[in-house]
């Protein structure tokens, strides 16, 4: 079955001490990409890779790292969480770009206290 | 760039009734145009999605949506509502080309009473 895994789902943590969400897929999907989720900002683009080692800033990167070693593989760091990344993460893939839909993780709820 | 409105953030219908969710974009040419869906506790779902060709398309879960150019419209339509259709929308748009991601607008979230 084609999936994206997000772990953990749920998250709590405080502020300054760092932290991974892990993405994995098994779609050999080249592209794949990280989201949060805010009410009333809806799906806003942290990082994405096109390719193993090909990293590149989303919209909303400041606070955040990616890395992409291995393709199936594009886990998020928070390296000093700050209460203003409580969210709601997504990670998604993409077989090319633009004409191919996204495939959704189930989230991460993280709460930074 | 493009950028999308979902001018409803939140629409309540009756079970049985007939539902459509606004969604408008802009962009230069034609763009790739999206519906997702999103139930508590999950991930996005693709609903449907338009390239080309007929502007009418149809979905999964009973749901279609159409193109209307002259409107820069892609409205999402379904004839009679679910209670389990009650979740979050979201449109989203994509230029096709380069590396410019998908653009979501800020969704519209639906309620069903009985």
């Known amino acids: 079955e084609a999936q994206v895994t997000q772990n953990p789902r749920y998250l709590i943590t405080v502020t300054g001490k760092k932290l991974t969400v892990t993405c994995s897929q098994n779609m050999n999907h080249e592209y794949m990409s990280w989201y949060r989720q805010d009410p009333g900002l809806g799906l806003r683009q942290i990082y994405y890779?096109?390719?193993?080692?090909?990293?590149d800033k989303g919209d909303v990167p400041e606070g955040y790292k990616v890395s992409r070693k291995e393709k199936r593989n594009f886990p998020l760091i928070l390296e000093s969480p700050s209460p203003n990344q409580t969210s709601l993460y997504f990670c998604a893939t993409q077989f090319g770009r633009g004409t191919s839909p996204l495939h959704f993780g189930n989230g991460t709820r993280l709460t930074v206290t | 760039a493009q950028s999308v409105t979902q001018p409803d953030i939140h629409i309540t219908v009756s079970e049985g009734a007939s539902l459509e969710l606004r969604c408008n974009y802009s962009?230069?040419?034609?763009?790739?145009l999206f519906w997702y869906v999103q139930s508590p506790g999950q991930g996005l779902q693709l609903l449907l999605k338009?390239?080309?060709?007929?502007?009418l398309v149809q979905g999964i879960k009973g749901f279609e949506a159409e193109f209307k150019r002259s409107q820069s419209s892609f409205n999402l339509r379904k004839p009679s509502v679910h209670w389990s259709d009650a979740a979050e929308y979201f449109c989203?748009?994509?230029?096709?080309?380069?590396?410019?991601?998908?653009?979501f607008g800020k969704g519209t979230r639906l309620s069903v009473i009985a």
């Open positions: 962009y230069g040419a034609t763009p790739y």
């Open positions: 890779s096109m390719n193993v080692e090909v990293t």
């Open positions: 989203a748009v994509g230029v096709g080309s380069g590396n410019t991601p998908l653009v």
């Open positions: 338009y390239f080309s060709g007929d502007t």
